[in-house]
């Protein structure tokens, strides 16, 4: 499958892996947003979040997990931080595999 997210969680595509397991993989944002900018993806192809079913349930649960955890390792956790999904062409998502950005290390703006 021509998918950079799936390429990455294979290892063809070699990069800076944060956190890996069975399931799941985290590794930096190619384009930092913020000091602290992780991706964690599923191993599974799900385009969207749109396309998640109950089967998922427990594995976006685990993302979120890794991301906690990983916001603890940067030591950002006291300070705050933000997880965000983005979904379809509105959503601004632009890789088509499941993400969760994990952003931190200075303030946020207000959504909107
Ligand atoms: P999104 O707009 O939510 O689809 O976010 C896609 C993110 O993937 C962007 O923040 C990109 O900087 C990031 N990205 C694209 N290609 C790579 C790559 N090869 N390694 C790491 N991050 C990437
Ligand atoms: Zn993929």
Same mark, same amino acid.
């Given at each position: 499958?021509?998918? @950079?997210?799936?390429?990455?969680? =294979?290892?063809?595509?070699?990069?800076?892996?944060?956190?890996?397991?069975?399931?799941?993989?985290?590794?930096?944002? *190619? /384009?930092?947003?913020?000091?602290?900018? #992780?991706? @964690? *993806?599923?191993?599974?192809?799900? &385009?969207?979040?749109?396309?998640?079913?109950?089967? &998922? &349930?427990?594995?976006? +649960?685990?993302?979120?997990? @890794?991301?906690?955890? #990983?916001?603890?390792?940067?030591?950002? =956790?006291? =300070? +705050?931080?933000?997880?965000? *999904? /983005?979904?379809?062409?509105? +959503?601004?998502?632009?890789?088509?595999? @499941?993400?969760?950005?994990? #952003? +931190?290390?200075?303030?946020?703006?207000? #959504?909107?």
């Amino acid at each position: 499958m021509d998918c @950079i997210f799936c390429k990455i969680a =294979s290892g063809e595509i070699k990069t800076n892996i944060a956190y890996q397991d069975e399931t799941a993989v985290a590794f930096p944002d *190619i /384009n930092p947003k913020a000091p602290v900018h #992780l991706l @964690i *993806i599923p191993r599974k192809h799900i &385009e969207c979040i749109a396309d998640l079913t109950v089967d &998922e &349930e427990k594995l976006m +649960g685990h993302l979120v997990s @890794i991301a906690n955890k #990983l916001a603890q390792q940067q030591g950002i =956790s006291k =300070s +705050g931080y933000r997880l965000v *999904i /983005n979904c379809g062409p509105h +959503g601004g998502q632009v890789v088509p595999h @499941i993400h969760i950005h994990l #952003l +931190g290390g200075r303030q946020m703006g207000r #959504l909107g």
